[in-house]
């Protein structure tokens, strides 16, 4: 069975740092783009990075360039994302979803409350 | 950048009816290998997305086939022969054949 289950998530005070993880089981992670979404609560879904299978290859949203940084670490079948300089805007629950061109699993979501 | 717009935004149906929502693309979404990549989501009250849809018409494993995806080029379709109780939720189409991905508002279907 297909898995993928974020952390990370919590309280964070504007221009903070937090960073999340997202264990995958199930399948083979190596063979596998990985991609980053997040929903404001009750708004709709926002796409925010992805990365290849390998790592070589990152993509971003303008709205996180160059404060967001998305890595996999393959030997630990783990996706992360570094989020630095936080704002208020980024409050929302960040999903991981498995694939770049149609994200056929998500996680549970984890919620990071960016507020001072 | 790609802009998804969905219509309608709120969609009332009556159990056992049709229900249609549309999702057009500012730009063709033909991918140049030659896919459409054209994904159609469920989000049901408090849980995650779930893919319903993907590359435009295939229905993803254990997704009833009351579900059907349509379309071509920039105008795509999400229908449900014949909704269920189970069916309340927002659904999205979203486009992963241009950087960066982007998600249409989405529809609220609720039961009247």
């Known amino acids: 069975e297909v898995q993928l289950l974020e952390s990370g998530g919590g309280l964070v005070q504007p221009g903070g740092s937090l960073t999340l993880s997202c264990g995958v089981s199930?399948?083979?992670?190596?063979?596998?783009?990985m991609t980053w979404v997040r929903q404001a609560p009750g708004k709709g879904l926002e796409w925010v990075s992805s990365?290849?299978?390998?790592?070589?290859?990152?993509y971003y949203a303008d709205s996180v360039k160059g404060r967001f940084t998305i890595s996999r670490d393959n030997s630990r079948n783990t996706l992360y994302l570094q989020m630095n300089s936080l704002r208020a805007e980024d409050t929302a629950f960040y999903y991981c979803?498995?694939?770049?061109?149609?994200?056929?699993?998500w996680g549970q979501g984890t919620l990071v409350t960016v507020s001072s | 950048d790609v802009v998804m717009t969905q219509s309608p935004l709120s969609l009332p149906v009556t159990l056992g009816q049709p229900a249609t929502i549309s999702c057009r693309s500012s730009?063709?979404?033909?991918?140049?290998?030659?896919?459409?990549?054209l994904n159609w989501f469920q989000q049901r009250p408090g849980q995650s997305p779930r893919r319903l849809i993907y590359?435009?018409?295939k229905r993803d494993s254990g997704v009833p086939d009351r579900f059907g995806g349509s379309g071509s080029g920039t105008d795509f379709t999400l229908k449900i022969s014949r909704v269920e109780a189970e069916d309340v939720g927002v659904y999205y189409c979203?486009?992963?054949?241009?950087?960066?991905?982007?998600f249409g508002q989405g529809t609220k279907v609720e039961i009247k």
């Open positions: 730009q063709s979404l033909v991918h140049s290998d030659g896919n459409t990549y």
């Open positions: 979203m486009q992963g054949t241009h950087w960066p991905r982007t």
């Open positions: 979803a498995r694939g770049i061109y149609g994200l056929a699993y």
């Open positions: 590359q435009v018409s």
């Open positions: 199930g399948f083979t992670f190596t063979s596998h783009s």
């Open positions: 990365i290849s299978e390998s790592g070589v290859n990152t």
